[in-house]
């Protein structure tokens, strides 16, 4: 069962109008795709923050759009930097039979071998694109780290076979690697800076 968000419809072209609306604890946003017409909307604030909370980036969303009711799902978020407060949204309507492109946090278990030796963990790449139903949509893939020692990595290609869904991304795309811990000799050298070289020549 998908969450459900009560939608009002809004005026667009108003700047002050959009600020009104936040200050009174609403998100302004727009709901476009399948079999709806690019409608601009807002939703509440708080409503936003709790499914964010509870279901995840990749919840599906049942919109309440006047005396209609769409599955969506969230396409794109503006949010201040610095206050943290949500400036914008898209919902996207979807089809519940059709397969979305979607991007899915990458879920790290296990203590691997490497970092109980000192090694450092590192994860360059923290979520896998994936091609899903809706409905299907994992919260998030586990990666297990606990044969990993000094020096090792995993790749797309070392966990295709281990996803029962269609992995989007190259195989060469790298999720975490254990490398060498660094000495306190070559931290040191790492931030020395060159000398200045004094300029001896004499001005024209």
């Known amino acids: 069962m998908s969450t459900v968000i009560q939608a009002n419809s809004r005026e667009t072209g108003h700047h002050s109008n959009l600020t009104s609306l936040r200050k009174e604890g609403y998100v302004p946003g727009v709901v476009y795709g399948f079999q709806v017409e690019s409608t601009p909307i807002a939703v509440s604030a708080r409503e936003l923050e709790k499914t964010l909370r509870e279901d995840g980036r990749n919840a599906v969303i049942t919109l309440e759009v006047e005396d209609k009711n769409v599955q969506a799902v969230l396409n794109d978020i503006q949010k201040d930097n610095l206050k943290g407060d949500y400036l914008h949204i898209d919902f996207l309507a979807i089809n519940m039979s059709d397969v979305l492109e979607v991007a899915v946090p990458i879920t790290v278990v296990g203590e691997?071998?490497?970092?109980?030796?000192?090694?450092?963990?590192?994860?360059?790449?923290?979520?896998?694109?994936?091609?899903?139903?809706?409905?299907?949509?994992?919260?998030?893939?586990?990666?297990?780290?606990?044969?990993?020692?000094?020096?090792?990595?995993?790749?797309?290609?070392?966990?295709?076979?281990?996803?029962?869904?269609?992995?989007?991304?190259?195989?060469?795309?790298?999720?975490?690697?254990?490398?060498a811990p660094v000495s306190a000799a070559e931290l040191e050298t790492d931030t020395e800076t060159e000398e200045p070289v004094a300029d001896n020549g004499a001005d024209e």
């Open 112 to 179: 691997s071998t490497g970092v109980k030796e000192g090694g450092v963990l590192q994860q360059p790449n923290r979520e896998l694109t994936l091609n899903v139903k809706p409905s299907d949509i994992p919260e998030s893939i586990e990666v297990d780290i606990s044969e990993l020692a000094i020096g090792d990595t995993i790749t797309i290609n070392d966990i295709r076979d281990q996803v029962e869904f269609e992995i989007v991304d190259d195989d060469e795309l790298t999720l975490v690697t254990i490398s």
